[in-house]
Protein backbone atom coordinates (compact mmCIF):
# COMPACT_ATOMS: atom_id res chain seq x y z
CA UNK A 1 0.00 0.00 0.00
CA UNK A 2 1.35 3.16 -0.54
CA UNK A 3 1.98 4.93 2.67
CA UNK A 4 1.22 8.91 3.62
CA UNK A 5 1.86 11.15 6.67
CA UNK A 6 -0.77 13.44 7.79
CA UNK A 7 -0.32 16.99 9.80
CA UNK A 8 -3.09 18.90 10.89
CA UNK A 9 -2.64 22.80 11.50
CA UNK A 10 -4.89 25.20 13.01
CA UNK A 11 -8.28 24.25 14.69
CA UNK A 12 -10.65 21.77 15.54
CA UNK A 13 -12.71 22.52 11.80
CA UNK A 14 -9.38 21.23 10.47
CA UNK A 15 -9.19 18.26 12.58
CA UNK A 16 -12.33 17.04 11.20
CA UNK A 17 -11.45 18.41 7.21
CA UNK A 18 -8.15 15.37 7.91
CA UNK A 19 -10.68 12.76 9.16
CA UNK A 20 -12.53 12.95 6.38
CA UNK A 21 -9.56 12.99 3.96
CA UNK A 22 -8.12 10.19 6.33
CA UNK A 23 -11.18 8.48 5.69
CA UNK A 24 -10.85 9.12 1.90
CA UNK A 25 -7.39 7.46 1.75
CA UNK A 26 -7.79 4.14 4.02
CA UNK A 27 -11.08 3.61 1.78
CA UNK A 28 -8.93 4.05 -1.33
CA UNK A 29 -5.67 1.54 -0.33
CA UNK A 30 -3.92 3.86 1.50
CA UNK A 31 -1.64 3.12 4.87
CA UNK A 32 -2.74 6.29 6.42
CA UNK A 33 -0.57 5.43 9.86
CA UNK A 34 3.04 5.84 8.09
CA UNK A 35 5.50 8.23 10.18
CA UNK A 36 6.79 11.35 8.06
CA UNK A 37 10.10 9.82 7.93
CA UNK A 38 8.41 6.44 6.44
CA UNK A 39 5.82 7.86 4.12
CA UNK A 40 5.36 8.17 0.20
CA UNK A 41 3.93 11.31 0.63
CA UNK A 42 3.53 14.14 2.80
CA UNK A 43 0.37 16.26 3.28
CA UNK A 44 -0.09 19.19 5.22
CA UNK A 45 -3.33 20.69 6.26
CA UNK A 46 -3.05 24.23 7.07
CA UNK A 47 -4.10 27.21 9.02
CA UNK A 48 -4.10 30.80 7.09
CA UNK A 49 -6.26 31.98 9.89
CA UNK A 50 -3.99 35.09 11.38
CA UNK A 51 -0.35 35.98 10.30
CA UNK A 52 1.30 33.42 13.06
CA UNK A 53 -0.92 30.92 12.06
CA UNK A 54 0.72 31.42 8.38
CA UNK A 55 4.12 31.54 9.24
CA UNK A 56 3.45 28.05 11.41
CA UNK A 57 1.93 26.45 8.00
CA UNK A 58 4.86 27.47 5.74
CA UNK A 59 7.80 26.26 8.26
CA UNK A 60 5.47 22.91 8.69
CA UNK A 61 5.78 22.79 4.83
CA UNK A 62 9.38 23.44 4.47
CA UNK A 63 10.20 21.28 7.11
CA UNK A 64 8.51 18.41 5.79
CA UNK A 65 10.05 18.75 2.88
CA UNK A 66 13.52 17.65 4.49
CA UNK A 67 12.27 14.06 4.24
CA UNK A 68 12.55 13.54 0.60
CA UNK A 69 8.78 13.03 0.22
CA UNK A 70 6.60 15.20 -2.13
CA UNK A 71 4.57 17.14 -0.17
CA UNK A 72 0.82 18.03 -0.82
CA UNK A 73 -0.39 20.85 0.51
CA UNK A 74 -4.55 21.64 1.59
CA UNK A 75 -6.38 23.75 4.18
CA UNK A 76 -6.81 27.47 4.65
CA UNK A 77 -3.91 28.10 4.10
CA UNK A 78 -3.92 26.40 0.13
CA UNK A 79 -7.89 27.56 -0.27
CA UNK A 80 -7.05 30.75 0.08
CA UNK A 81 -4.13 31.86 -1.56
CA UNK A 82 -4.03 28.53 -3.94
CA UNK A 83 -1.67 29.15 -7.26
CA UNK A 84 -0.01 32.32 -5.67
CA UNK A 85 1.10 29.60 -2.91
CA UNK A 86 2.65 27.17 -5.37
CA UNK A 87 4.30 29.26 -7.32
CA UNK A 88 6.36 30.92 -4.23
CA UNK A 89 6.83 27.69 -2.52
CA UNK A 90 7.91 25.80 -5.24
CA UNK A 91 8.81 23.09 -2.86
CA UNK A 92 5.20 21.96 -2.89
CA UNK A 93 4.22 19.16 -4.91
CA UNK A 94 1.05 20.43 -5.26
CA UNK A 95 -1.25 23.08 -3.42
CA UNK A 96 -5.24 21.80 -3.06
CA UNK A 97 -8.26 23.69 -2.99
CA UNK A 98 -11.38 22.18 -0.51
CA UNK A 99 -13.28 20.93 -3.68
CA UNK A 100 -10.55 18.58 -4.27
CA UNK A 101 -10.47 17.03 -1.07
CA UNK A 102 -13.10 14.04 -3.12
CA UNK A 103 -10.69 13.00 -5.50
CA UNK A 104 -7.57 13.05 -2.73
CA UNK A 105 -6.33 9.38 -3.13
CA UNK A 106 -6.16 10.22 -6.97
CA UNK A 107 -4.37 13.31 -6.83
CA UNK A 108 -1.29 11.49 -4.30
CA UNK A 109 -1.55 8.74 -7.12
CA UNK A 110 -0.55 11.73 -9.62
CA UNK A 111 1.81 12.93 -7.57
CA UNK A 112 3.67 9.85 -6.81
CA UNK A 113 3.90 8.91 -10.41
CA UNK A 114 5.69 12.29 -11.08
CA UNK A 115 2.49 14.82 -12.37
CA UNK A 116 2.00 17.96 -11.28
CA UNK A 117 -1.58 18.70 -10.80
CA UNK A 118 -2.83 22.34 -11.89
CA UNK A 119 -2.53 24.40 -8.54
CA UNK A 120 -6.20 25.28 -6.65
CA UNK A 121 -7.75 28.97 -8.05
CA UNK A 122 -9.15 30.73 -4.97
CA UNK A 123 -11.96 32.34 -5.52
CA UNK A 124 -14.28 34.45 -3.25
CA UNK A 125 -16.67 31.91 -1.90
CA UNK A 126 -18.94 34.54 -0.13
CA UNK A 127 -20.55 34.71 -3.48
CA UNK A 128 -21.74 30.92 -3.61
CA UNK A 129 -25.14 31.14 -2.11
CA UNK A 130 -25.91 28.13 0.48
CA UNK A 131 -27.00 24.56 -1.34
CA UNK A 132 -30.91 24.17 -0.29
CA UNK A 133 -31.39 20.68 1.93
CA UNK A 134 -33.57 19.16 -0.82
CA UNK A 135 -29.99 19.40 -2.92
CA UNK A 136 -27.38 19.38 -0.51
CA UNK A 137 -25.00 16.58 -1.05
CA UNK A 138 -23.90 14.52 2.11
CA UNK A 139 -21.00 12.32 0.22
CA UNK A 140 -17.60 12.90 1.92
CA UNK A 141 -19.23 13.74 4.87
CA UNK A 142 -17.79 11.26 7.69
CA UNK A 143 -20.20 9.17 8.91
CA UNK A 144 -21.84 8.82 5.36
CA UNK A 145 -21.78 7.53 2.26
CA UNK A 146 -19.56 4.58 3.33
CA UNK A 147 -16.44 7.04 5.25
CA UNK A 148 -16.12 5.99 8.62
CA UNK A 149 -14.03 8.40 10.87
CA UNK A 150 -11.37 6.63 12.73
CA UNK A 151 -11.25 8.15 16.46
CA UNK A 152 -8.25 7.92 18.08
CA UNK A 153 -8.56 9.42 21.44
CA UNK A 154 -11.67 9.97 23.76
CA UNK A 155 -12.81 13.48 22.39
CA UNK A 156 -13.57 13.77 19.30
CA UNK A 157 -14.58 17.18 17.23
CA UNK A 158 -17.59 16.42 14.76
CA UNK A 159 -18.62 19.12 12.39
CA UNK A 160 -22.35 20.35 12.59
CA UNK A 161 -21.48 23.46 9.83
CA UNK A 162 -19.50 25.35 7.50
CA UNK A 163 -18.68 28.62 6.61
CA UNK A 164 -20.27 32.20 7.84
CA UNK A 165 -22.84 34.80 6.28
CA UNK A 166 -21.20 37.37 9.42
CA UNK A 167 -19.18 40.24 7.63
CA UNK A 168 -16.24 41.11 11.21
CA UNK A 169 -14.22 43.54 8.99
CA UNK A 170 -11.10 41.63 10.76
CA UNK A 171 -12.13 38.46 9.43
CA UNK A 172 -11.12 36.60 6.07
CA UNK A 173 -12.93 33.14 6.86
CA UNK A 174 -15.84 33.62 4.85
CA UNK A 175 -14.04 34.56 1.78
CA UNK A 176 -12.28 30.70 1.61
CA UNK A 177 -15.22 29.30 3.69
CA UNK A 178 -17.95 30.38 1.86
CA UNK A 179 -21.68 30.88 3.07
CA UNK A 180 -23.14 29.11 6.03
CA UNK A 181 -24.52 25.83 5.33
CA UNK A 182 -25.89 23.36 8.16
CA UNK A 183 -25.83 19.91 8.06
CA UNK A 184 -29.10 17.64 8.12
CA UNK A 185 -29.30 16.80 11.79
CA UNK A 186 -29.80 13.12 10.86
CA UNK A 187 -26.36 13.54 9.64
CA UNK A 188 -25.22 14.91 12.62
CA UNK A 189 -26.30 12.42 15.24
CA UNK A 190 -25.74 9.78 12.66
CA UNK A 191 -21.96 10.38 12.58
CA UNK A 192 -21.82 10.68 16.92
CA UNK A 193 -23.38 7.98 16.85
CA UNK A 194 -20.94 5.78 15.15
CA UNK A 195 -17.46 7.93 16.39
CA UNK A 196 -19.71 6.82 20.23
CA UNK A 197 -20.13 3.41 19.07
CA UNK A 198 -15.72 3.39 18.27
CA UNK A 199 -14.83 4.90 21.75
CA UNK A 200 -15.85 8.99 21.95
CA UNK A 201 -16.82 9.41 25.32
CA UNK A 202 -17.28 13.76 24.16
CA UNK A 203 -18.07 14.91 21.23
CA UNK A 204 -16.81 18.85 20.38
CA UNK A 205 -19.38 20.86 17.99
CA UNK A 206 -17.44 22.73 15.82
CA UNK A 207 -18.27 25.04 13.13
CA UNK A 208 -17.81 28.09 12.06
CA UNK A 209 -20.75 30.11 14.18
CA UNK A 210 -23.10 27.39 15.98
CA UNK A 211 -25.35 29.73 16.87
CA UNK A 212 -26.50 30.04 13.17
CA UNK A 213 -27.10 26.61 13.09
CA UNK A 214 -30.36 25.58 11.13
CA UNK A 215 -31.14 28.99 9.65
CA UNK A 216 -30.43 27.68 6.07
CA UNK A 217 -32.56 24.60 6.82
CA UNK A 218 -35.57 26.91 7.83
CA UNK A 219 -35.57 26.56 11.46
CA UNK A 220 -32.94 29.09 13.30
CA UNK A 221 -33.97 27.42 16.19
CA UNK A 222 -32.79 24.19 15.10
CA UNK A 223 -29.50 24.07 17.76
CA UNK A 224 -31.89 24.03 20.58
CA UNK A 225 -33.82 20.80 19.35
CA UNK A 226 -30.61 18.80 18.16
CA UNK A 227 -28.43 19.48 21.49
CA UNK A 228 -31.11 17.74 23.38
CA UNK A 229 -31.25 14.39 21.10
CA UNK A 230 -27.60 14.62 21.13
CA UNK A 231 -27.39 14.38 24.90
CA UNK A 232 -29.55 10.96 25.11
CA UNK A 233 -27.30 9.28 22.75
CA UNK A 234 -26.39 6.18 24.69
CA UNK A 235 -22.40 5.95 25.44
CA UNK A 236 -22.09 9.19 24.58
CA UNK A 237 -20.95 10.92 28.41
CA UNK A 238 -21.78 14.92 27.06
CA UNK A 239 -21.13 16.95 24.05
CA UNK A 240 -19.42 20.56 23.88
CA UNK A 241 -20.61 23.26 21.30
CA UNK A 242 -18.32 25.41 20.41
CA UNK A 243 -18.41 29.12 18.70
CA UNK A 244 -21.53 30.29 20.09
CA UNK A 245 -21.85 34.53 18.61
CA UNK A 246 -22.58 36.87 21.20
CA UNK A 247 -25.07 38.66 18.70
CA UNK A 248 -27.05 35.39 17.88
CA UNK A 249 -27.50 33.88 21.56
CA UNK A 250 -31.05 33.41 21.85
CA UNK A 251 -32.39 32.41 25.77
CA UNK A 252 -33.04 28.99 24.14
CA UNK A 253 -29.59 29.03 23.30
CA UNK A 254 -28.37 29.58 26.60
CA UNK A 255 -31.18 27.55 28.61
CA UNK A 256 -30.30 24.04 26.64
CA UNK A 257 -26.11 24.69 26.65
CA UNK A 258 -26.89 25.33 30.41
CA UNK A 259 -29.16 22.88 31.58
CA UNK A 260 -29.67 19.46 29.07
CA UNK A 261 -28.43 16.43 30.50
CA UNK A 262 -25.24 15.26 28.22
CA UNK A 263 -24.63 18.63 27.46
CA UNK A 264 -21.60 20.50 29.19
CA UNK A 265 -22.01 23.92 30.57
CA UNK A 266 -20.01 24.99 28.25
CA UNK A 267 -20.09 28.75 26.65
CA UNK A 268 -17.67 29.27 24.26
CA UNK A 269 -18.51 32.85 23.22
CA UNK A 270 -16.60 34.79 20.58
CA UNK A 271 -16.72 38.49 22.26
CA UNK A 272 -13.49 39.87 20.63
CA UNK A 273 -13.37 43.49 22.72
CA UNK A 274 -15.94 44.74 25.06
CA UNK A 275 -16.12 48.39 23.75
CA UNK A 276 -18.86 49.34 22.13
CA UNK A 277 -16.85 51.63 19.71
CA UNK A 278 -14.02 49.12 18.72
CA UNK A 279 -16.61 46.21 18.14
CA UNK A 280 -18.75 48.65 15.90
CA UNK A 281 -15.43 49.14 13.48
CA UNK A 282 -15.17 45.27 13.58
CA UNK A 283 -18.93 45.29 12.69
CA UNK A 284 -19.53 43.16 15.66
CA UNK A 285 -22.57 43.90 18.65
CA UNK A 286 -22.75 44.09 22.43
CA UNK A 287 -20.67 45.58 25.09
CA UNK A 288 -19.29 44.79 28.29
CA UNK A 289 -22.68 44.92 30.11
CA UNK A 290 -24.41 43.33 27.61
CA UNK A 291 -21.92 40.68 28.00
CA UNK A 292 -21.72 40.77 31.21
CA UNK A 293 -25.69 40.30 31.35
CA UNK A 294 -25.38 37.60 29.12
CA UNK A 295 -23.10 35.92 31.22
CA UNK A 296 -24.74 36.56 34.25
CA UNK A 297 -28.00 34.70 32.65
CA UNK A 298 -26.13 31.74 32.11
CA UNK A 299 -24.92 31.52 35.92
CA UNK A 300 -28.49 32.27 37.02
CA UNK A 301 -29.34 28.41 35.36
CA UNK A 302 -26.00 26.89 36.15
CA UNK A 303 -23.39 28.57 38.29
CA UNK A 304 -20.32 25.65 37.65
CA UNK A 305 -21.43 26.59 33.56
CA UNK A 306 -17.79 27.36 32.09
CA UNK A 307 -16.69 30.44 29.87
CA UNK A 308 -13.61 30.78 27.16
CA UNK A 309 -13.64 33.82 25.08
CA UNK A 310 -11.00 35.07 22.37
CA UNK A 311 -9.58 38.95 22.38
CA UNK A 312 -8.05 41.06 19.79
CA UNK A 313 -5.97 43.68 20.80
CA UNK A 314 -4.93 46.92 19.03
CA UNK A 315 -7.69 46.79 16.48
CA UNK A 316 -7.62 50.13 14.06
CA UNK A 317 -9.33 53.03 15.99
CA UNK A 318 -8.20 51.50 19.64
CA UNK A 319 -7.30 53.67 22.57
CA UNK A 320 -6.11 53.49 25.69
CA UNK A 321 -9.45 53.89 26.78
CA UNK A 322 -10.84 50.89 25.13
CA UNK A 323 -8.28 48.88 26.64
CA UNK A 324 -9.43 49.78 30.07
CA UNK A 325 -12.94 48.93 29.39
CA UNK A 326 -11.90 45.15 27.68
CA UNK A 327 -9.19 44.61 30.83
CA UNK A 328 -12.30 45.92 33.44
CA UNK A 329 -14.73 43.33 31.57
CA UNK A 330 -12.32 40.82 32.00
CA UNK A 331 -11.80 41.43 35.50
CA UNK A 332 -15.35 41.46 36.01
CA UNK A 333 -16.46 38.69 33.75
CA UNK A 334 -14.38 35.46 35.44
CA UNK A 335 -14.02 33.67 32.23
CA UNK A 336 -12.14 29.86 32.79
CA UNK A 337 -9.97 30.53 29.61
CA UNK A 338 -8.95 33.65 27.41
CA UNK A 339 -7.49 33.81 24.71
CA UNK A 340 -5.59 37.38 23.34
CA UNK A 341 -4.66 38.05 20.14
CA UNK A 342 -2.77 40.84 18.59
CA UNK A 343 -4.10 42.55 16.03
CA UNK A 344 -2.54 41.81 12.36
CA UNK A 345 -4.31 43.09 8.80
CA UNK A 346 -5.33 40.11 6.87
CA UNK A 347 -5.66 40.32 3.17
CA UNK A 348 -9.36 40.98 1.67
CA UNK A 349 -10.57 42.50 4.59
CA UNK A 350 -12.33 45.46 5.31
CA UNK A 351 -9.86 46.49 8.76
CA UNK A 352 -7.20 46.78 6.07
CA UNK A 353 -8.41 49.74 4.98
CA UNK A 354 -9.92 51.27 8.07
CA UNK A 355 -7.90 54.54 9.68
CA UNK A 356 -6.41 54.87 12.81
CA UNK A 357 -3.87 51.88 12.54
CA UNK A 358 -2.28 51.26 15.89
CA UNK A 359 1.14 51.44 15.76
CA UNK A 360 2.65 47.89 16.05
CA UNK A 361 4.84 48.50 19.39
CA UNK A 362 2.14 50.08 20.78
CA UNK A 363 -0.28 46.46 19.89
CA UNK A 364 2.75 44.66 21.82
CA UNK A 365 2.81 46.55 24.54
CA UNK A 366 -1.27 46.60 24.77
CA UNK A 367 -1.33 42.55 23.93
CA UNK A 368 1.06 41.91 26.49
CA UNK A 369 -0.90 43.66 29.43
CA UNK A 370 -4.05 42.11 28.61
CA UNK A 371 -2.10 38.59 28.69
CA UNK A 372 -0.77 38.95 32.13
CA UNK A 373 -4.24 40.47 33.33
CA UNK A 374 -5.50 37.44 31.53
CA UNK A 375 -3.44 34.49 32.47
CA UNK A 376 -3.62 36.14 36.43
CA UNK A 377 -7.95 36.00 35.66
CA UNK A 378 -7.39 32.48 35.21
CA UNK A 379 -5.73 31.62 37.65
CA UNK A 380 -7.91 33.17 39.75
CA UNK A 381 -10.68 31.54 37.97
CA UNK A 382 -9.43 27.92 38.93
CA UNK A 383 -9.13 29.00 42.63
CA UNK A 384 -12.40 29.65 42.55
CA UNK A 385 -13.60 26.60 41.63
CA UNK A 386 -11.89 24.27 44.56
CA UNK A 387 -14.24 22.01 46.01
CA UNK A 388 -16.64 21.58 42.85
CA UNK A 389 -17.00 18.77 41.77
CA UNK A 390 -17.37 17.55 37.99
CA UNK A 391 -16.74 14.36 35.83
CA UNK A 392 -13.56 14.09 34.28
CA UNK A 393 -12.36 12.41 30.57
CA UNK A 394 -9.30 10.70 30.96
CA UNK A 395 -7.25 11.72 27.84
CA UNK A 396 -3.88 10.70 29.30
CA UNK A 397 -1.93 8.71 31.61
CA UNK A 398 1.68 8.83 31.87
CA UNK A 399 4.23 7.78 34.29
CA UNK A 400 1.41 7.70 36.97
CA UNK A 401 0.08 11.22 35.87
CA UNK A 402 -3.39 11.44 34.86
CA UNK A 403 -4.78 14.65 32.58
CA UNK A 404 -8.49 14.73 31.61
CA UNK A 405 -11.16 17.57 30.89
CA UNK A 406 -14.17 18.50 33.06
CA UNK A 407 -17.17 19.44 31.96
CA UNK A 408 -16.19 23.33 32.04
CA UNK A 409 -12.85 22.42 30.07
CA UNK A 410 -12.72 22.44 26.69
CA UNK A 411 -9.61 20.95 24.65
CA UNK A 412 -8.27 24.35 23.91
CA UNK A 413 -8.60 25.26 27.70
CA UNK A 414 -6.67 24.30 30.77
CA UNK A 415 -6.45 20.80 32.25
CA UNK A 416 -7.72 18.67 35.22
CA UNK A 417 -4.58 16.67 36.43
CA UNK A 418 -3.52 14.25 39.75
CA UNK A 419 -0.74 11.84 40.37
CA UNK A 420 -2.39 8.51 40.74
CA UNK A 421 0.23 7.74 43.55
CA UNK A 422 -1.46 10.53 45.71
CA UNK A 423 -4.85 9.60 45.87
CA UNK A 424 -4.35 5.90 46.85
CA UNK A 425 -5.89 4.65 43.08
CA UNK A 426 -4.64 1.87 41.19
CA UNK A 427 -5.25 3.11 38.10
CA UNK A 428 -6.60 5.36 35.12
CA UNK A 429 -6.99 4.41 31.80
CA UNK A 430 -7.91 6.96 28.60
CA UNK A 431 -11.34 6.97 28.09
CA UNK A 432 -12.64 6.79 31.56
CA UNK A 433 -14.99 8.48 33.00
CA UNK A 434 -13.83 9.54 36.74
CA UNK A 435 -15.78 11.85 39.12
CA UNK A 436 -13.14 14.06 40.90
CA UNK A 437 -13.20 16.92 43.05
CA UNK A 438 -10.65 19.92 42.48
CA UNK A 439 -8.91 20.24 45.49
CA UNK A 440 -5.69 22.38 44.23
CA UNK A 441 -4.30 24.56 41.15
CA UNK A 442 -1.35 24.14 39.10
CA UNK A 443 -0.72 27.13 37.41
CA UNK A 444 -4.16 27.58 35.35
CA UNK A 445 -4.89 23.68 35.39
CA UNK A 446 -7.10 22.20 38.25
CA UNK A 447 -5.82 19.31 40.54
CA UNK A 448 -8.34 16.52 40.94
CA UNK A 449 -8.81 14.09 43.41
CA UNK A 450 -11.48 10.92 42.30
CA UNK A 451 -14.57 10.45 44.50
Not at 306 to 321: C, D, L, Y
Request: proline residues 6%.
Amino acid sequence: MPRVHLTTLGCARNDVDSDELTARLAAAGWDVDAEQDAADVIVVNTCGFIASAKKDSIDTILAATDSGAPVVVTGCLAERYGRELAVELPEAAAVLGFDQYAHLPEVLSSVLAGEVPTPHEPQDRRHLLPISPVERDAQGTPGTSGLTRRVTGPIVPVKIASGCDRRCTFCAIPAFRGSFVSRRPTDVIAEIVQVVADGAREVFLVSENSTSYGKDLGDIRLLESLLPAIGSIDGLTRARVSYLQPAEMRPGVIEVVAATPGIAPYFDLSFQHASGPVLRRMRRFGDAEAFLDLIERARRINPSAGFRSNVIVGFPGETEADVEILMDFLERARLDAIGVFAYSDEDGTEAVRLDEHVPEDVIADRCARVTTLAEELMWQRAEERIGEMSSVIVEAVLDGRVEGRAAHQGPEDALTVWDLDEVDQASAEVGDVIEVEFVGVEGVDLIGRPR
